[in-house]
């Protein structure tokens, strides 16, 4: 019987609506027609549809003279696209484009949730709230009070434009007004990128004093957006940052701005940030950088960047099947106001390309690499203050492998390199200068293994002879002053950064690496190494990456263990078995907890200074919501802190709050610890861009 009732219904809503593209259609426990055949009577678990509209409510009651639909609820209201309401009471006409709900809940995107007394509807895309309250926290029942709301007197909002409006807003956080506005507008969720207010900053540091921050997004283009932060101080250095970015085709331009007038000298100052890349052919790749910028301490007082220098260049890359070529124009710039920029090659021309090749006839692979560099100083001084160079070098290396009867494996290696050099403004070396250099080495090494159960003892002794003749051709070191012997290049044959520089002579190097795996999750690595200079009167060069003397030492061990407790160190000494370099590094994991700590010592050399420093790190899930870190590094020589932070982010499913304590010696000029302080609030569902974390509704009952 329901169902002839339902079909004959069907047909009678079907010619009532034969002026509309689509019929509605119509389900109810009872349905019921007048005498006049005017007004329809629906009652129990209604459910209306039209087009992608749909309407449920308790009852309606449809006049087709009016082309009214009255229903009362509780009512749940659907437009088809992203407009969810709830309501107690409702009135449409114009085929669901003008209605009156009243008791209402709006839900915008399953994000925005706005309760009001009153909605008035217009051309199905105008809606009205009256006295309303609006939020994007859960709300698990009616006495509950949202994290953060805001009360309005009228609420507009355009769902054509996907813009929302408050009259009169108050905002309150825990139920406490905050903050009065006489009005106040932001994109619906429903925008991804438009124009409107970003998250606020709040900041204090003992440099700049109090700041605060309102970024603005105004989107030019589906593929440009510029951001414009305006900055107020305490102090009174307002400043502007400026922010622009460009997707094309196959490359992106980025461009970061910041100017500043400061109150103490009262000059302006700023820094000028930009990069462009480009995808010139499949393998060809175009990189473009300029930077600028007044100082060091403008950037540590005023922003995040931890810049000590700036570098701006010019640079070509091409990678394929067999090589790797690049060449590129760099000036860089210290910004450290103790160092003589003058005296820095400051210029520097760079362009190398490496070709990786397999020898048909004599087996292994070989690497050819030609080069060709040059530096230029500010300073016309005479000598290292001044020196100017061009210089261009050719370089082969080649090695192969073979696998003995006796399981141990036999290698071959040779590297050689040929280059020409010429300085200018340096009297001492006013010549062309020629030279080639040779290494050749042998080495022999027996992996050994041995099983114990579910474990396995794998320990491989190896040695490498090297040999390279002494070169009495004296150049100017620049190039390989910085290099390091460790574990992870002790065979290798040249340890310098450069072609420049290698170790002259015969010497041998002898090392064990030992591994113990347990389980999956737990093993132990170990190595001990010994490079001897066999026939050599003088020390190791500058630059080999070896301190002076005529034996050195490199140790490393590492293990893991239950996949949560990681330790290793690199240790490096001299023949007298003291310390020349220290490197150790611990780390913690749990499920709610990582912890890590660093430590490297290096003594004083003829290049560098004493340096040794602790770092500490640590994260924490203080609960599900709350999580911290902190980070220190502290200098064991100058027994002081350099500096600490502590940073801390709470996470609803409505808001964001981050915030950051920092001390630090952020002048070079100051020997006074500076202190930054810092609070960020998003409020999630609210502004001109969404944040890219997805939060799902909490759990009321958690």
Not at 299 to 320: A, C, M, P
Not at 407 to 422: D, E, N, Q, W
Not at 577 to 592: A, D, P, V
Request: aromatic share 12%; hydrophobic share 35%; with cysteine.
């Amino acid at each position: 019987m329901i169902k002839i009732k339902l079909f004959s219904l069907f047909v009678c809503l079907t010619f009532w609506y034969s002026e509309l593209v689509a019929a509605p259609s119509l389900i109810a426990d009872m349905i019921t027609v007048t005498q006049d055949g005017n007004t329809i009577i629906a009652k129990g678990n209604v459910e209306v549809t039209y087009n992608n509209i749909t309407l449920n409510a308790e009852a309606i009651r449809y006049n087709k003279l009016t082309d009214q639909i009255k229903a009362s609820g509780p009512i749940t209201f659907f437009d088809g696209q992203k407009s969810l309401i709830l309501a107690d009471n409702a009135t449409f006409n114009e085929q669901f484009r003008e209605a009156v709900l009243t008791g209402t809940k709006f839900v915008l995107s399953n994000s925005l949730k706005i309760t009001s007394e009153k909605i008035i509807r217009k051309n199905g895309s105008i809606n009205n709230f009256y006295n309303t309250r609006a939020s994007t926290c859960k709300i698990c029942s009616k006495n509950d009070t949202p994290l953060w709301e805001i009360r309005a007197k009228r609420i507009y909002h355009d769902e054509k434009l996907r813009q929302i409006y408050f009259y009169k807003p108050q905002f309150r956080f825990w139920g406490i007004p905050m903050a009065y506005l006489p009005f106040m507008s932001f994109p619906d969720p429903t925008v991804s990128r438009a124009e409107g207010f970003l998250t606020p900053e709040f900041s204090y540091s003992t440099s700049t004093n109090t700041r605060f921050t309102l970024p603005y997004f105004l989107p030019l283009t589906d593929h440009s957006d510029v951001i414009v932060s305006p900055t107020i101080s305490m102090n009174g250095s307002n400043s502007l940052g400026f922010g622009y970015r460009h997707l094309f085709k196959n490359s992106d331009l980025n461009i970061d701005a910041f100017g500043i007038n400061d109150p103490i000298d009262q000059t302006a100052k700023g820094y000028l940030f930009a990069n462009f890349n480009s995808q010139l052919r499949s393998k060809r790749n175009l990189r473009l950088q300029y930077q600028r910028a007044s100082n060091l301490n403008l950037l540590s007082n005023y922003t995040n960047k931890d810049n000590k220098s700036t570098e701006s260049h010019i640079e070509v890359t091409e990678i394929g099947k067999s090589y790797y070529g690049s060449s590129g124009l760099y000036d860089s710039t210290i910004l450290n106001t103790e160092a003589n920029n003058n005296y820095m090659p400051n210029l520097n021309f760079k362009s190398n390309v490496d070709y990786f090749l397999v020898p048909n006839k004599l087996g292994g692979h070989a690497k050819l690499s030609i080069s060709a560099d040059g530096y230029k100083r500010m300073s016309t001084l005479d000598g290292v203050f001044g020196r100017d160079a061009i210089m261009t070098n050719f370089a082969l290396s080649w090695q192969r492998e073979s696998l003995t009867n006796s399981g141990g494996i036999f290698g071959i290696k040779s590297f050689t390199t040929a280059g020409l050099a010429k300085y200018h403004n340096d009297s001492e070396n006013p010549n062309l200068i020629s030279q080639i250099r040779q290494i050749a080495g042998i080495e022999f090494s027996l992996p050994m293994l041995r099983k114990y159960g579910e474990t396995s003892l794998i320990y491989t002794p190896k040695i490498q002879f090297v040999f390279s003749p002494p070169n009495k051709v004296a150049q100017p070191n620049e190039i390989s002053q910085h290099s390091e012997v460790s574990y992870s290049n002790f065979f290798n044959l040249n340890h310098s950064y450069g072609y420049d520089r290698v170790v002259d002579g015969m010497h041998l190097k002898t090392g064990l690496e030992t591994s113990y795996f347990m389980s999956k999750d737990e093993q132990i690595n170990l190595f001990i190494g010994n490079f001897t200079k066999i026939n050599g009167n003088n020390a190791f060069a500058t630059g080999s990456g070896l301190e002076s003397g005529i034996s050195s030492n490199v140790g490393a061990l590492k293990f893991i263990l239950a996949d949560k407790i990681s330790f290793d160190a690199d240790i490096a000494t001299n023949s007298a078995l003291k310390i020349t370099r220290n490197n150790m590094r611990f780390t913690y994991k749990e499920k709610h907890m990582d912890l890590y700590s660093h430590y490297f010592y290096k003594p004083k050399n003829e290049n560098t200074d004493e340096r040794s420093e602790l770092n500490f790190g640590s994260e924490f899930n203080i609960t599900r919501r709350t999580n911290a870190a902190l980070s220190l590094a502290y200098s064991t020589k100058e027994n002081k802190t350099l500096y600490s932070k502590l940073h801390s982010q709470y996470k609803h499913d409505c808001m964001t709050v981050d915030f950051y304590l920092s001390r630090d010696f952020n002048s070079t000029s100051s020997g006074i610890p500076g202190i930054k302080l810092g609070l960020q609030l998003e409020l999630i569902g609210i502004g001109a861009r969404q944040s890219s974390r997805v939060y799902n509704e909490t759990n009321c009952a958690g």
